[in-house]
């Protein structure tokens, strides 16, 4: 009964053993499985970061690229805008010298005008131009009151005017009248004949601008 005892111990042992080793070697391939798995994640994970860091490089060079672009079109907007109010204030300030030469200009050939018919005033062909307007007007209002306007120089005329018009007609000085000529006014028909150089020469001034060739804009 001894020896028997004993082998069977021995045989327990044995089996033990075995489990204890297949224990040992499911652990090992648990382990190496674990391992496995981890270097597997691991390396996915290091694709994932990779592909990340690539995705995220090229889209830092994209928006960068596009903020290059944005920033090229802003400043060539701006400076497009920038020639364009250059061009503009060029062409402002040659129009406004174009402006005083043309009145400049203007200004010099009317005063020549105007001192031409101040010295033709003076002749004796004036007072029959003045005495020829003063009929003129007194055909034109019939034997209505007619008020007749002379400048100083002219009022010595005075009479002969009246008698052109008659008995309703006064004579005055003005101021407004400084070339000569007359300007007859009919208070009840509310009229007024304006025969005077002054008038004239201005009338004559849109005429002059709107055919001589001083243009304010440069053809």
Not at 110 to 138: G, V
Not at 142 to 171: M, S
């Amino acid at each position: 009964m001894y020896f028997f005892h004993g082998v069977a111990k021995e045989g327990t042992i044995g089996v033990a053993e075995k489990k204890a080793k297949k224990k040992n070697e499911n652990e090992s391939k648990f382990l190496k499985a674990i391992e496995k798995y981890a270097r597997q994640q691991q390396m996915a994970l290091q694709t994932e970061t990779e592909v990340f860091e690539k995705e995220a490089l090229q889209k830092a060079e994209r928006d960068g690229l596009r903020d290059a672009q944005s920033l090229i079109n802003k400043e060539r907007t701006a400076m497009r805008a920038k020639i364009s109010a250059d061009m503009a204030k060029k062409e402002a300030d040659g129009n406004l010298e174009i402006f005083k030469t043309r009145q400049r200009m203007t200004a010099e050939i009317f005063e020549k005008a105007s001192e031409k018919l101040r010295n033709y005033t003076a002749t004796p062909d004036y007072e029959k131009k003045l005495l020829a307007y003063a009929r003129e007007c007194a055909e034109f209002f019939g034997k209505a009151d007619v008020e007749v306007c002379l400048c100083k120089r002219d009022i010595p005329l005075a009479e002969k005017i009246t008698a052109i018009f008659g008995a309703g007609c006064t004579v005055k000085e003005v101021a407004d009248i400084r070339i000569g000529g007359l300007r007859a006014y009919c208070p009840q028909q509310q009229i007024a004949v304006d025969k005077t150089f002054d008038t004239q020469l201005e009338q004559q001034k849109e005429w002059f601008y709107e055919h001589s060739d001083l243009k304010v804009k440069p053809e």
